[in-house]
Every structure is written in structure tokens, then in C-alpha cells.
């Protein structure tokens, strides 16, 4: 049984004339346990597959489930417990008059948990924040140490499934590399699926087994991580994609 | 003692809260210096400061009663013996009017700062997070009550109500709300769509907890400005009420009555009603000056 | 080599409650009519050093240095006035994000119009015709189209392009670019790293490119300034960055993750204070 599975999604905003499809008949599966990757360029629709799924973006159709249970159109508790999302930008997903401490015991207090106290300082510890951490503001706060609080919310409801999208394109690279380590760390402590968004490839390929490619709402190929290191792909706009990412060449500025 | 202080200072100032307190205290601190630095800000804070200390210990500081007449004394001229702000067409001593006057202002002023903002918080943010038909609906009745002038409508209230303080501040917070809806609809239409939102909804945070307890906190820093600037415009309205003596009754030492009354000597006698209304001016400007302050302080779009 | 742009001891400091925050400290460095990378993460003054350059560090912020020489002539001597019109004849900037630097209420052909109009004496049909090459000349293929269009109807990386080709009207000498490619897709990125390069090459033009794109820098500039905690800790060829000496820029490197071959985790850089309290490090003459 995959923890995710995806069957004809479609997904658009907008109505009457104004209306957009994001994501055009998208069918993929991610296995348990599994790390899948979404590449693409802005615009293709990546990040709305995981608003779909999360109920962010309510206008869909197509199937959706998890573990095995169909995802409807309203999502209950434990949906929230099993499905959690890292957000791309940590400056905007904390809430900027809460401390750490009222982040994450709301947090906890939601999914019912009573023993909230030794809670917040194992998940701290978790994500390699010391306790001298939680009661700080977010802007007493490291780009690095906000997307750390961020990754312990997600955590807290202890979820098998965690959505990333872009949870380091906010970072430096020598954060991001703590953060995507941290990440490789809490995924095989606690077991969990990943389902990462990312526009770098290098990004994804250090963190997923598998890759769906997507342009303009279409998933054009999924590939292993093998092929795309290969650079083997089989449909030309991930050729392009590839080739584009290895950087700027300047023979081709000599038109 | 200097180490103490440099210590607690340290303390508040630190970016390691070791405390749920100290967190608290510390951003407190924080505001209270970008505050200070003002100095404008501090003058207003410090007029409303002995305007509370003049309502308060009104018994205690008022040279005279405020409601006692003394005919053989009346008009009495600024700096008359006794009678520093001179006394008006009844005898009774101006200075200690304006002193118990400023408990009627206080009294009007907090109750409409209480009433408007909170009703239109309500409002605003209901209409904005719903979305849809409530926020059609909301914001249309909204649009009703701004499009009566403010006096003028209070004016309805009060004549349909009868006249009277409780009367006069119920018809002004009728009037002041819909600019508080506007604000915080438009705050909350900025801030539901932000990812924090999003990341409380993923925990399964319903409709009422998101507004309670994550956008009124962002939402009520920019409605305290705004009260704060409306605050002159809130003491006029009273005032006004008061002088077209629908709103505080005589003899009561309320301001704008005050200088209604003396409206008939204005020429022979000016200061009858000039030391009411420049007590009006001060509060009023006060306010101002103690709002601009805090604009800087609370509004969240400035601080980064 | 005579230096377009020689910068000797530039400091910005910002007071803060807690004394004075050096945001660039001792920074020296010339610049031949070459592509210069700045990098470093963030937080470590490299844009700052890009717009003190041009005197557009606003109070309580405060440039202090030997001296900022553009030609030969020292920048910090100018008056106010003197300084707009070098910022708008003979410096330029391009922003990260295009969309604050346009004006939304009025159409792009406007903007470049007025823009052209400001410096040089034409007519307005004169204008319109250069509006309609410097369009052309950044790889715009209706700019007719694009001309009527407003700010927010164009895409970020033709954003991105106008605001170069605006840039260029006055023909200047040097090109601040401030992360210009950061916010776009890797292919757009591409073309207007091409339209850049191009203007290098073909007008002698001089640019500062400030990133912090580790890789996009070695491939894309001739030499690099690689900065940390305020101040230049290496400086090297830009194809010979890959071989650079400075533990942090290795660390950098290799925090990088690689697409190459897997690798089961990634470095982390282990920041040693002595980086932040050494001296800056000169012109390499």
C-alpha cells in the first residue's frame, strides 16, 4: 500500500474566465517510506499538488489518499496527524507575535496531547534546538533556527507523512546543508515519507529516490535519481531542464 | 545600585529569553525604548498622564466644588483671588470644573475606546476571514453607517435615545465603528492567505481560534493607533453633543458644555468658554501625539 | 590596467542599541572593465558594499572610507546633486526583484521614455525609437507590445530584462547587479546572464555582481570577492574558484549538495571567529 497516491488530480483556480488549471490529470505514487521528489520551473504547478492535498487549495478533482484512506473534500484530525508540510519561507510561517514555546504548545494542544510540557523540549532536541530556544521570538531568531521551529511543528503531531516544499530556497547553502541533514536524520528516526518541492535539482537528487518532472501543470516524466545523475532522461523538456541547471555556459552567450 | 540596573537592563534586553516572564518583559522593553525616543509622543503621553492624575485626585486638587455657586463672584477675570481660571456666569470656580470635567471626558473617551474598536474588530475580521456572502453582507452594512455623518447620526441617536452621557457615547461608538471593520478586514484579507495561517489550519485549527488568537493579535496593534488618532475626533464628538446640550446635562462640569454655556458671554467674557475649549485642544492634541508614537511602536508593517 | 571603480577601506556602520554594528569592514578592490563576482551569504555585507558604492546607505547608516574613486575621481567628495547624476549617467543598479523598481501606475514605454528623455535631449518620437532598440537589444521579441504593457503584466525574468535595458539608456560605465537572477527560473536565468555578459563585452562596460550563488559566480565572472562577516576573506580568479584556499569558502563549496554523485550527507561548515576578526584582504596587485 503507498502512503500517497494520486490518481487523474486535477487542480484549478479561478472561475468563468479567470480560470487557471494548475495541475492537469497528475498521477503518481509515493511508496512508504519513500522520498519523492517534484521538480520544475515556477508556475508548473509542484506546490499545488501539496495544497490539493493539505486542503490549501480546495478547488480539485481526481483521487487523492493516504495510507490507503481517500482524502475528501473536508479532512479530519487524523489526516492532520498523519499528512504535516514544511513551508518554503521560515520568515513567513511562524507567526510573528508567537514565541517558539506558544507555537508549538498550540500546536500539541490541538492534537490533544496533554503531556505538552516534556513534549516541546524533546522536539526541540529533535531538530536541534536547545531549550534556551523556546521562548524566543521568530525575529530573535536565524533563518536556519526558524526553519528548525517550523520542521518541530510539523513533527509534533508525529506524522509519517511530511510535505516539503522548498524548505531550504530561503536558506544559505552552508544552512541549507544542516537543514536538509537534519531532515535525512528525522526521516529515518521516525520513519517518515517525504514529498519534497524543489526548482534545485541538486536539492532533490541528494534527498529523494524517485522525480516527477512537471511543466505547466503536467507531469511529463518520473525518473530515479540514478537516470537524472546519468542524465538520462526521456522527455525533452527534462533535457532542457537538465541541461539548464547545470549553470551558465558562456559559449552559448556567443550569439 | 548601578549594577542591578545595568543587570536588569542586560536582562531585558537579551535575544536569549531563558523565560515565558522574561520574553514577555523583554518585548515590552523593547517597544517602551522605540517609544521614548519620541519625544513628541512622550509630551502626549505625559499631558494624558496628569489629565488620569487630575481625574483622579480631582478631590484632592480641585481648589474649589465644582458645582457650588457663588453669585456675588461670577464672571470673575482669569487670576481673580481664589480663582485662578476665573469663574463663570453661576460663580463656580473654572479650574475645578475643568478638573471634574476631566473624569466625564476619561469616562466617555474609555467607553467608546472600548465599544467601536471591538465591534468593528468583530466585524472586520468575520467579514474578511469568511469571505463570500458574510463578508457581502458585513461590509454592506458597514458602508450604511459610513455614509451618515458622524454628528449627524449620533444626533438621531441621542434624540431617539434621549439625551445623557451613556446615551451620547453609545450614539458616538455607533457611528465610529465601520473604520475599525474596514481596517481590520483589510488586515485580516492580508494576513489569512500568509503561510503562518495556512501552517495553524494544517494542525486543524478551526475558523474561530485562527481569528481569535491569530489574527486579532496582528490586527489589534494598528486599531490601537487608529483609536488612539480618533481619539480627538471622539472628544470633539462628545463635546459637541455637549454643546448642543444632547449629550452631558447641566449642571454637570462636562467640556463641551462647558463652553456652551459660556457661548453667551463669549465677547464680554471669553474665557468662559475658552478655558474649557483649550482643555478640549490639549487632550485632543495629546492624543494625537501619543497615537503617532505608537503608529511607530505597534504597527507591524514598519517593524521588520 | 587603469581602474574604472577603486575602492580603498570601506566601512558602513549602523548604530544599534547595543553599540555600533560594522555591516562592512575594511573592504578595498578594483575594478578593471571586467565582471566582477561578489559573494557570501547573507548578512555578509556584499550588498551592502554594492550600494555604498553608490552612496545609498540610508541614515542612521554611515560610509566611511579612504576613498571610492570612479575614473580617478573620489565619489565621497561629491555633493548630493553631483551624486544623482552619477547614479543616474555613469553607475547603475539592477535589484533582485524587478517588480520595486518599476512604477506600477505607469507603461514600461513610458518609464524607458521618460528615462531616455531625462538624459538625453530628444524629441519624443527620438525616445520612443531608442526605447523600442534598448527593448530589442535585451532579447524582447514584441516590444511594441511590451512597451504599452504595465509592470505587473510582464513576467519576472522580461521584469528583469527591462530593468536592464532601462539601465542601459544612459550608457554607463558600471553595472551594479544585486542577486538579478535570483528570483527567476534556471532557464530565463540564462538569458539574462547572456544579456549582461553581452553588454560587457560589447560596450567596455564595467560589472559588479553581487550573488550568492556559488557556482553561477565561478562560471559566469572573471574574478571573485568572497566575503564573510563584513569583510573580503579571499579574492580570486573566477574558473579558479573551485581551487580557492579560505576555509570558508571551501566550506561553502562543500556545503553544496552535488549532482554529480550521491553523497550520504552533506558538509557543514564549522565557522572559526578568527575569519570574522582578521583583516580584510587587499587588491590582489
Given at each position: 500500500m503507498s502512503a500517497l497516491s494520486f490518481q487523474g488530480l486535477n487542480v484549478w483556480f479561478g472561475e468563468g474566465r479567470d480560470h487557471v488549471d494548475a495541475v492537469k490529470n497528475a498521477t503518481f505514487k509515493v511508496a512508504r517510506g519513500e522520498s519523492f521528489g517534484l521538480v520544475g520551473e515556477?508556475?508548473?504547478g509542484k506546490s499545488t499538488i501539496m495544497r490539493a492535498l493539505t486542503g490549501l487549495a480546495p478547488h480539485w478533482s481526481g483521487q487523492m489518499s493516504v495510507n490507503g484512506r481517500p482524502v475528501g473534500h473536508r479532512r479530519d484530525k487524523t489526516f492532520y496527524k498523519t499528512v504535516q508540510m514544511v513551508f518554503q519561507d521560515p520568515y513567513a510561517s511562524l507567526h510573528p507575535r508567537q514565541s517558539v514555546d506558544q507555537t508549538l504548545s498550540e500546536t500539541l494542544h490541538l492534537h490533544g496531547f496533554r503531556d505538552i510540557e516534556p513534549r516541546i523540549e524533546k522536539l526541540l532536541e529533535d531538530v536541534g534546538l536547545g531549550p534556551s530556544f523556546r521562548f524566543r521570538y521568530p525575529h530573535q531568531l536565524s533563518g536556519g533556527q526558524r526553519q528548525r521551529v517550523a520542521i518541530a511543528r510539523a513533527l509534533a503531531p508525529e506524522p509519517s507523512i511530511l510535505l516539503l516544499d522548498e524548505p531550504t530556497s530561503a536558506l544559505d547553502v552552508s544552512v541549507q546543508a544542516e537543514i536538509l541533514n537534519l531532515l535525512t536524520d528525522l526521516r529515518a528516526e521516525h520513519d517518515l515519507t517525504f514529498l519534497m518541492v524543489s526548482h534545485d535539482l541538486a536539492v532533490v537528487a541528494h534527498m529523494c529516490e524517485r522525480i516527477a518532472v512537471m511543466q505547466a501543470g503536467d507531469i511529463v516524466e518520473v525518473m530515479s535519481v540514478e537516470d537524472m545523475r546519468a542524465m538520462q532522461p526521456s522527455h525533452p523538456y527534462t533535457a532542457q531542464l537538465l541541461e539548464a541547471s547545470l549553470g551558465y555556459s558562456r559559449s552559448g552567450a556567443a550569439g | 545600585m548601578s549594577d542591578t540596573q545595568t543587570g536588569l537592563r542586560d536582562w531585558l534586553l537579551t535575544d536569549t529569553p531563558r523565560s515565558r516572564l522574561q520574553a514577555r518583559l523583554s518585548a515590552l522593553y523593547h517597544g517602551w525604548l522605540s517609544f521614548r525616543s519620541n519625544s513628541l509622543a512622550m509630551f502626549g503621553l505625559s499631558i494624558l498622564v496628569v489629565l488620569l492624575l487630575a481625574a483622579a485626585l480631582a478631590p484632592l486638587i480641585a481648589p474649589h466644588d465644582p458645582f457650588t455657586q457663588d453669585l456675588a463672584n461670577r464672571l470673575k477675570p482669569l487670576g481673580a483671588e481664589g480663582h485662578l481660571l476665573g469663574t463663570d456666569s453661576l460663580g463656580r470656580d473654572i479650574l475645578s470644573r475643568l478638573i471634574y470635567g476631566s473624569r466625564i471626558t476619561l469616562y466617555i473617551v474609555t467607553l467608546v475606546a472600548l465599544i467601536a474598536p471591538l465591534a468593528g474588530l468583530l466585524v472586520g475580521t468575520i467579514a474578511g476571514y469568511a469571505g463570500g456572502w458574510v463578508d457581502v453582507v458585513l461590509m454592506r452594512i458597514t458602508d450604511i453607517f459610513l455614509a451618515f455623518p458622524r454628528l449627524v447620526l449620533a444626533l438621531a441617536f441621542v434624540a431617539a435615545l434621549g439625551a445623557g452621557i451613556e446615551n451620547a457615547v453609545l450614539a458616538i461608538s455607533l457611528t465610529a465603528w465601520p473604520p475599525y471593520a474596514r481596517i481590520a478586514r483589510a488586515e485580516t484579507l492580508t494576513i489569512r492567505n500568509s503561510d503562518f495561517i495556512s501552517a495553524v489550519r494544517l494542525q486543524g485549527a478551526g475558523p474561530i481560534r485562527i481569528i481569535t488568537k491569530h489574527i486579532w493579535p496582528l490586527c489589534i496593534s494598528s486599531l490601537i493607533v487608529r483609536v488612539t488618532l480618533d481619539m480627538a475626533g471622539i472628544i470633539l464628538a462628545a463635546a459637541g453633543l455637549g454643546f448642543l446640550v444632547l449629550g452631558a446635562q447641566p449642571p454637570s462640569p462636562e467640556w463641551g458644555a462647558m463652553i456652551s454655556e459660556g457661548r453667551r458671554f463669549i465677547?464680554?467674557?471669553?474665557?468662559v468658554a475658552t478655558m474649557p475649549g483649550l482643555a478640549i485642544f490639549t487632550v485632543s492634541l495629546a492624543f494625537n501625539l501619543l497615537g503617532d508614537g505608537l503608529r511607530d511602536v505597534l504597527d507591524p508593517k514598519d517593524t521588520k | 590596467m587603469t581602474e574604472l571603480l577603486d575602492v580603498k577601506n570601506l566601512w558602513v556602520r549602523f548604530p544599534t542599541r547595543k553599540g555600533v554594528f560594522d555591516a562592512v569592514r575594511g573592504v578595498s578592490f578594483k575594478l578593471g572593465r571586467e565582471r566582477l563576482g561578489i559573494v557570501g551569504e547573507s548578512g555578509s555585507g556584499k550588498s551592502m558594499t554594492g550600494r555604498a558604492i553608490l552612496r545609498l546607505i540610508r541614515a542612521p547608516g554611515e560610509v566611511e572610507a579612504d576613498y571610492i574613486k570612479l575614473d580617478g575621481e573620489d565619489l565621497l567628495t561629491k555633493s548630493e546633486a553631483e551624486m544623482r547624476k552619477i547614479r543616474g549617467d555613469r553607475i547603475s543598479m539592477v535589484m533582485q526583484d524587478p517588480k520595486f523598481s518599476l512604477n506600477p501606475v505607469m507603461t514600461i514605454g513610458e518609464q524607458l521614455m521618460e528615462a531616455y528623455r531625462l538624459h538625453a535631449k530628444g524629441g519624443k518620437a527620438e525616445a520612443r525609437k531608442r526605447a523600442l532598440e534598448m527593448l530589442e537589444a535585451v532579447s524582447i521579441r514584441d516590444p511594441e507590445r511590451v512597451m504599452r504593457a504595465y509592470p505587473h503584466e510582464v513576467s519576472g525574468g522580461m521584469g528583469q530584462r527591462i530593468m536592464i535595458a532601462m539601465m542601459q539608456i544612459p550608457d554607463p560605465d558600471l553595472l551594479i547587479a544585486d542577486e538579478?537572477?535570483?528570483?527567476?527560473d534556471v532557464s530565463v536565468q540564462g538569458q539574462v546572464l547572456e544579456i549582461m555578459d553581452k553588454l560587457v563585452r560589447d560596450r567596455g562596460m564595467g560589472l559588479i555582481f553581487i550573488s550568492h550563488d556559488l557556482n553561477l559566480v565561478s562560471q559566469f565572472c572573471d574574478r571573485v570577492l568572497i566575503m564573510y562577516a563584513g569583510r573580503v576573506v579571499e579574492t580570486c580568479d573566477a574558473d579558479k574558484l573551485h581551487k580557492a584556499k579560505h576555509p570558508y569558502t571551501r566550506g561553502l563549496l562543500n556545503s553544496l549538495p552535488r549532482f554529480d554523485a550521491p553523497q550520504k550527507r552533506l558538509e557543514v561548515l564549522q565557522r572559526d571567529p578568527a575569519w570574522a576578526e582578521a583583516a580584510s584582504v587587499g587588491p590582489d596587485t
Open positions: 515556477s508556475g508548473s | 465677547l464680554d467674557h471669553w474665557w | 538579478p537572477t535570483s528570483a527567476l
